[in-house]
């Protein structure tokens, strides 16, 4: 009787243990690494999508030099069709594994495709759990498959590199963050509009183009790189970059100041039915450049450099708050979100859409010269 409890017990013991039913060798599926989306350059309706797939046992490829070269550890292949599903099931039939897109690193889509709308480019990778959210979301003026075609010494996989480069350019404070799930949180908020990193190819390399405005799912316009710089100011706190002085006279520089920190507060003022805004930005950082020839170390110099330092900031901070406003129309300094959070019953009353072009505000600046380096002048 022992005995036979003893084995029912272990028996049961048994169904406990994870087993292998559903396991999947990695070697019969294939991985995705990139996804790039263009319009079709033959079918208006149509999409052509260019893959980065990593390299397996099942695939195929020639050899440089026509033999005895190395292979690549990737495999670029460009398919087009009418919808991503039946894109990416051509595919897996070319490769006869099933794709994983658990390792996509990166979706790239090109500013012709994201100006019609990209809703239903998204929703595919919605719907696939293996898709990560963490993936990067970017757009590139020219063409993705371009974008991912690039080859470079750096890293011997193109998307690795472009992550990469992406995550430099965040680590360093010159972009935001935009990935997949960023983009989609904002796409879904009412009082939000998305925004994506520009990339482009340039040779064996990519530089940083600026940021990608949305309205909805749709790219209406897009601020280059100085102009993502000052639009980081207004909306991300702990930022670095430089700030050039110009003698108004012969517009040849006169000082160079670097900025090592900086602290953001937003105002808003509801007033007869009327809301306005104010950007209070305090910046701090050291003179790295001084060609004025004038000892710098004098208290009233200091306060009056301080003073053009921060009058230059406002200019340029409302000359790309005005851009936004009038040629982009996309409330991407989110202050819809803060209107809604804060004055809930306006928000329900107004058309946000609409009012936003014509909000008044403004922006005060407030600089501290920190260090002077080891000179005087």
Not at 64 to 88: H, M, N
Request: proline share 4%; net charge negative.
């Amino acid at each position: 009787m022992v005995r036979a409890i003893t084995y029912l017990l272990l028996l049961t013991l048994l169904l406990t243990l994870g087993g292998c039913y559903d396991k999947q060798d990695l070697e019969r599926r294939t991985a995705i690494l990139a996804v790039g989306i263009d319009k079709n350059p033959e079918d208006e309706e149509g999409i052509e999508v260019t893959v980065q797939i990593a390299h397996n046992h099942n695939l195929v490829t020639s050899t440089e030099g026509g033999g005895g070269g190395q292979r690549k550890p990737y495999l670029v292949a460009t398919l087009r069709g009418d919808s991503l599903s039946s894109i990416f099931q051509k595919l897996e039939n070319m490769v006869n594994n099933p794709l994983f897109f658990g390792n996509t690193m990166l979706l790239a889509i090109s500013k012709e495709a994201a100006e019609g709308g990209i809703n239903n480019h998204l929703d595919f990778f919605l719907r696939n759990a293996q898709f990560r959210r963490k993936s990067w979301l970017i757009i590139t003026p020219d063409r993705a498959k371009e974008l991912l075609e690039i080859t470079t010494p750096l890293h011997p996989i193109p998307a690795l590199y472009l992550r990469t480069a992406l995550e430099n350019f965040v680590n360093t404070k010159a972009a935001p963050f935009t990935m997949f799930a960023n983009f989609v949180t904002s796409l879904n908020c009412p009082a939000e509009e998305p925004i994506a990193i520009m990339l482009s190819p340039a040779g064996n390399k990519v530089e940083l183009k600026g940021l990608a405005a949305f309205a909805n799912d749709r790219m209406v316009g897009e601020l280059d790189a100085a102009e993502l710089s000052l639009f980081l100011y207004l909306t991300r706190p702990n930022r670095r970059g430089l700030v050039y002085l110009l003698n108004p006279e012969n517009n040849q520089m006169e000082l160079c100041y670097e900025i090592q920190n900086s602290n953001l507060h937003l105002d808003a003022t509801l007033e007869e039915g009327q809301v306005s805004f104010t950007f209070r930005l305090w910046v701090e950082g050291n003179i790295v450049e001084n060609y004025l020839g004038a000892i710098l170390d004098d208290e009233a110099t200091l306060r009056h450099l301080e003073r053009r330092l921060a009058a230059k900031l406002e200019r340029e901070c409302l000359r790309v708050i005005g851009k936004v406003q009038q040629e982009i129309g996309s409330d991407i300094f989110n202050l819809g979100e803060y209107i809604r959070a804060h004055y809930p019953h306006y928000w329900k009353e107004i058309d946000w859409e609409k009012e936003f072009p014509q909000v008044p505000i403004t922006v005060e600046v407030t600089t501290h010269i920190r260090r002077l380096g080891i000179r005087r002048k």
